[in-house]
């Protein structure tokens, strides 16, 4: 049953581990928790009208662990590293 925006946006609707051996992964996420220092070489996002946008500004640097992304994401490479992103 949805919950609404709300409760996805706390992330309470499942999620991933992802790392590099995963290649390119694509779905819905709101929000990317970082759990070792990750670097992405792909990551787009959805505006809410269904136009996707790559978000070159994170792209090829390092997050650290401990730091959380929020946005609606579809597109996911991890490079290095290991990050969960949450439905």
């Keep these: 049953?949805?919950?609404?925006?709300?409760y996805q946006l706390q992330g309470q609707?499942?999620?991933?581990?992802l790392t590099s051996s995963e290649g390119s992964t694509t779905g819905t996420w709101r929000v990317?928790?970082?759990?070792?220092?990750a670097v992405f070489t792909d990551l787009q996002t959805a505006n809410g009208h269904g136009a996707i946008s790559t978000i070159a500004n994170l792209e090829g640097i390092t997050h650290l662990a401990g730091t959380t992304l929020f946005g609606q994401f579809t597109t996911i490479h991890v490079a290095s590293g290991?990050?969960?992103a949450y439905k």
């Design 82 to 84: 290991v990050v969960i």
């Design 1 to 6: 049953m949805p919950r609404g925006d709300s």
């Design 32 to 37: 990317i928790q970082i759990v070792n220092d």
């Design 13 to 17: 609707a499942g999620g991933d581990a």
